[in-house]
């Protein structure tokens, strides 16, 4: 048998056999994003001259649920809020909030965020809109109306970075413009547009007028349920500057439904009169100044042009209301945004809005319905309850 060579005599054989390389890369080849060439040292560490070093496999566990992560980051985030109020806060107000802090109420646990993110998973799988338990902010905007800005707004996050005390004083500010009928959050949605009223052969004193909205009442309301007659009535027979429920753009919409349920045929003509007047006011003032009264003018003239046979018009005039209400904030709970400034509103003001999101939402569907198109408003969107208290 011939004597084995040198190099083979000398080595040494590893009964497990040749070493394996890695399942994972080194460390430093994925901190730098490098190809591992997954032995021990790798040749990148053996180029650098670096230590290579291996993560063990055998601590390696599983990773957190995501629904897990986002439960402590809301945790932390609620918690962080926590601290910058009561720092800012006085002695007694620092008392008053830590005996009210209840983890239970005010933060649900990690188990409550998964199953609150797989419920929302759930409802986006069936088409029912973004996260709406997000938290989101009401902004007074420039022109001196409230706006409302989502958590993933910009707006609300310059918002949030502001002191605490600014914040305060704008929520404050915020709140009497909103409990304030005569404040600036309602200029322009009671302005005198009779000029473009008699500009289209129109007199807003005339008796006809009172007829035709008397003749809406009778046969539309009953299917317009985003307008609350009580207070319509209440301010078009009263003071109507600054009056929240009331325009001149709203009162000829209506009036051109109105109209078309006139027995005369003079009145009827005059529908489409009503509807160019109420049409120019609401385009030319109403987009910059959203208002009440703007998104349901848009809707009446959205179901005008449906009788008329006008679906794109239709679709549009409908989008603009439903996407100012939720600009406005309409989807969310009346109870909890009024609280947000710190005051309490008129209980008949609250069930408005309740009345006004929920006509919007039944208008949405009926449209949907009748120009086979897809929803604006979904369900899951809003926090808007059902109850109509003290409303028929």
């Not at 730098?32 to 230590?51: I, M, W, Y």
């Not at 007074?140 to 958590?151: D, F, K, N, S, T």
Request: proline share 4%; aromatic share 10%.
């Amino acid at each position: 048998m011939d004597k084995l060579p040198e190099w083979q005599s000398n080595m040494e054989f590893d009964i497990g056999g040749p070493p394996q390389p890695q399942k994972f890369s080194c460390k430093r080849c994925q901190l730098r994003k490098l190809r591992c060439s997954r032995n021990e040292p790798c040749s990148n560490c053996q180029r650098s001259r670096q230590v290579c070093e291996y993560r063990n496999l055998t601590s390696r566990k599983r990773p957190a649920a995501k629904e897990y992560v986002v439960g402590l980051e809301k945790r932390v985030a609620w918690l962080e809020s926590l601290i910058v109020r009561l720092k800012a806060a006085s002695a007694e107000e620092r008392d008053t909030m830590l005996e009210a802090v209840s983890l239970s109420d005010d933060l649900l646990t990690v188990d409550d965020q998964v199953s609150q993110a797989s419920d929302n998973r759930r409802a986006v799988s069936r088409g029912l809109g973004p996260q709406h338990y997000l938290h989101g902010s009401f902004q007074i905007r420039p022109g001196g109306y409230l706006v409302y800005h989502g958590a993933s707004s910009v707006f609300y996050a310059l918002k949030e970075a502001k002191s605490l005390a600014s914040k305060r004083r704008v929520r404050q500010s915020s709140y009497e413009s909103v409990s304030s009928p005569g404040s600036s959050i309602y200029v322009g949605s009671g302005t005198d547009f009779n000029h473009v009223a008699q500009h289209f052969g129109i007199d807003m004193n005339d008796d006809l007028i009172t007829k035709m909205l008397m003749q809406f009442f009778k046969w539309q309301y009953p299917y317009f349920m985003f307008i609350y007659r009580e207070s319509f009535l209440r301010d078009h027979t009263g003071d109507r500057a600054g009056s929240p429920y009331w325009s001149t753009a709203l009162v000829l919409s209506m009036c051109a439904l109105g109209a078309l349920t006139s027995d005369e045929e003079s009145e009827r003509l005059m529908s489409g009169q009503f509807f160019s007047a109420a049409e120019t006011i609401a385009i030319v003032s109403g987009l910059a100044r959203p208002s009440i009264t703007t998104v349901q003018t848009f809707l009446c003239l959205a179901f005008y042009e449906i009788g008329r046979g006008e679906p794109s018009k239709a679709w549009g005039f409908s989008g603009i209301a439903f996407r100012m209400a939720q600009d406005l904030g309409f989807q969310k709970d009346p109870d909890q945004w009024v609280s947000h400034y710190g005051g309490e509103a008129v209980p008949e003001d609250i069930e408005i809005r309740r009345r006004i999101y929920w006509g919007c939402y039944c208008s949405d569907k009926i449209i949907s319905l009748i120009l086979g198109r897809p929803v604006q408003l979904y369900c899951a969107d809003g926090e808007v309850t059902d109850r109509l208290v003290g409303l028929p």
